[in-house]
Structure formats: structure tokens, C-alpha cells
């Protein structure tokens, strides 16, 4: 049974738009969130965090935000560039340290 | 520092047979993370070792598979004997203690 769903599995947007991914998690015990960032043939990087007691983390163009009553978060990217272009997967942590992740969406950004 | 390190990077064999993938973690970090992704459900947990210890290893498929950590440099998946359900992309991943984990560049397996 997925905790961390990400529904849609792919998502094109304009160069210098922006970029919104999503994800759902059911696990009311997960306090930490993370976006992950994959490009084929590569391992997934890490891009960016989120604490349960905050609502935004912002890092330069990557903001995620955090909605803990509806068990949802969001990526926001802007501007997006043909660099973004990746495969982006959730994933959630309780104290301990093992990581739930999502299915993934294709993020593809048009030049 | 290298990162982690997967061997081998591809893998074609034939069902039945024994494979055998391993992983070097980026020195100092505390835990030890094996991942299988697929398109259906994306990247699965099979096994986590902490200091060595395996801790949690009930994403692991079946009795076919099993990990091992013999000291804090190395670690294996071994899959005997392969089926053609075992293709996929297996991360391994090394984090310090509580934080972020970092990813391998992954080990493409393909079982006929």
C-alpha cells in the first residue's frame, strides 16, 4: 500500500513558467518531507526539505509547500528551464530513517 | 568524496541464475539503504542497515533475496536464483545519521 502517492505521472510546462508537482501521503506520523530529483541513467538527488512544524521552505527557485490537514504537498518551481527537465519523486520520513517515496512524475519543461 | 558507488552498473543474465550487486556507502555515513525501482511502484525500500545492523528488512521480496553488510565500506544484494519479475533499477543510498540520503547511480538488472 503506496503512503506517498505522486497521481500524476508526468507534467510538461512552458520555459519560464512555473512548475507545480504534487503529492499526497496517508501516514499522519510522517514529520519530515522531501523532493528528490532523477535524471535517467543518475541516481535521485536530493533538491529540497520540509519539517512538519513549517508550512514553505523556499530555496532559490524550489519552493515546496506543506498542507498537514489534507496530507498534501507541492513543488513549485519557477522559472521553470529545460534544465528542470526530470523525473521528481516525494518522499516522507517518520524519526526513523527510512524514506517513502512516491511513483514519481516526468517533469518536461519546453524551451 | 566519490559518492556511492554501484557495481556492476548494468547486469544481463539468465533466470535462475545468482546475482550479486554491491555498494560502496560514502565513508562516515551511519546507514545503509537498498532500493528497487520499478514503474509500478516507484522506488520500494527492500532492506536498511544502520551501523552494520540491518534494522528493517520487510520490503525485501522473498526468501530469494538477501543483503549483506560485513563492515561499514560494503554491502550486498543478492538475488538466487533470478527471475525475469526481478528487472529493474536497484539504488543503494548511504545517509549520516538522520538526514538526507544519498543515491548511487544505480544497477540495471535484466533477467531473461
Known amino acids: 500500500d503506496q503512503q506517498v502517492k505522486q497521481n500524476s505521472p508526468s507534467l510538461s510546462v512552458q520555459e519560464g513558467r512555473i512548475s507545480i508537482l504534487n503529492c499526497d501521503y496517508t501516514n499522519s506520523m510522517f514529520d519530515y518531507f522531501l523532493w528528490y530529483k532523477k535524471y535517467p541513467a543518475e541516481g535521485p538527488t536530493f533538491l529540497i526539505s520540509?519539517?512538519?512544524?513549517?508550512d514553505k521552505n523556499e530555496d532559490g527557485r524550489f519552493t515546496v509547500f506543506l498542507n498537514k490537514s489534507a496530507k498534501h504537498l507541492s513543488l513549485h518551481i519557477v522559472p521553470s528551464q529545460p534544465g528542470d527537465s526530470a523525473v521528481y519523486f516525494c518522499?516522507?520520513?517518520?524519526?526513523?530513517?527510512?524514506?517513502?517515496f512516491g511513483t514519481g512524475t516526468r517533469l518536461t519543461v519546453i524551451p | 568524496d566519490a559518492g556511492v558507488i554501484q557495481s556492476p552498473r548494468h547486469e544481463v543474465t539468465e533466470m535462475g541464475q545468482e546475482v550479486t550487486l554491491r555498494c560502496k556507502p560514502i565513508?562516515?555515513?551511519?546507514?545503509l539503504f537498498w532500493y528497487r525501482q520499478t514503474m509500478m511502484r516507484g522506488l520500494e525500500l527492500l532492506i536498511y542497515f544502520n551501523n552494520n545492523v540491518p534494522i528493517d528488512d520487510s520490503g525485501m521480496p522473498e526468501d530469494r533475496f538477501s543483503a549483506k553488510m560485513p563492515n561499514a565500506s560494503f554491502s550486498t544484494l543478492k538475488i538466487q536464483p533470478s527471475e525475469p519479475r526481478d528487472s529493474a533499477v536497484y539504488f543503494c543510498?548511504?545517509?549520516?545519521?538522520?538526514?538526507?540520503?544519498?543515491f548511487g547511480p544505480g544497477t540495471r538488472l535484466t533477467v531473461l
Open positions: 543510498a548511504s545517509s549520516p545519521q538522520y538526514n538526507e540520503q544519498f
Open positions: 565513508s562516515g555515513h551511519n546507514s
Open positions: 520540509i519539517s512538519s512544524i513549517k
Open positions: 518522499a516522507a520520513q517518520t524519526g526513523a530513517n527510512n524514506l517513502f
